[in-house]
């Protein structure tokens, strides 16, 4: 039953560009999301500091993981706290993985992570 209930939970992101919704959708399917320059991205964004495709969030079988970079900015919601980025890596909850950083994310999540002056909003 908690795998019938991981698996219907939707993921909702926004992407805002001069205080506008630019993009929206509802991602339904268990699936990894990526940001960039490349058209086969789940969202476009303009030339930023990241590669042309960059995976945001990353699904490892039921759970969403929030990969981010040292350069964006944000704040997410984990168990009812408010935790910057930067206070999720010197805390210990994001782990490094090369040039990035991992952290899970839980379905009572939301945030909002700033690349390069475009806002990506997210909730469950």
């Known amino acids: 039953m908690a795998a019938q209930a991981s698996k219907n939970r939707v993921l909702r992101i926004g992407i805002v560009q001069d205080q506008q919704i630019v993009q929206e959708q509802l991602i339904r399917d268990q699936k990894n999301v990526t940001v960039g320059e490349s058209t086969k991205n789940t969202f476009v964004l303009p030339p930023s500091s990241l590669p042309k495709r960059f995976p945001l969030f990353v699904t490892k079988g039921v759970k969403y993981f929030l990969q981010f970079t040292d350069e964006m900015k944000g704040r997410i919601s984990i168990d009812g706290k408010i935790i910057s980025l930067e206070d999720l890596k010197t805390g210990g909850q994001a782990v ?10 839980p379905e009572t999540s939301r945030g909002k992570i700033v690349i390069d002056g475009v806002s990506v909003l997210f909730q469950f």
């Open 96 to 105: 490094r993985r090369g040039a990035t950083w991992i952290v899970p994310v």
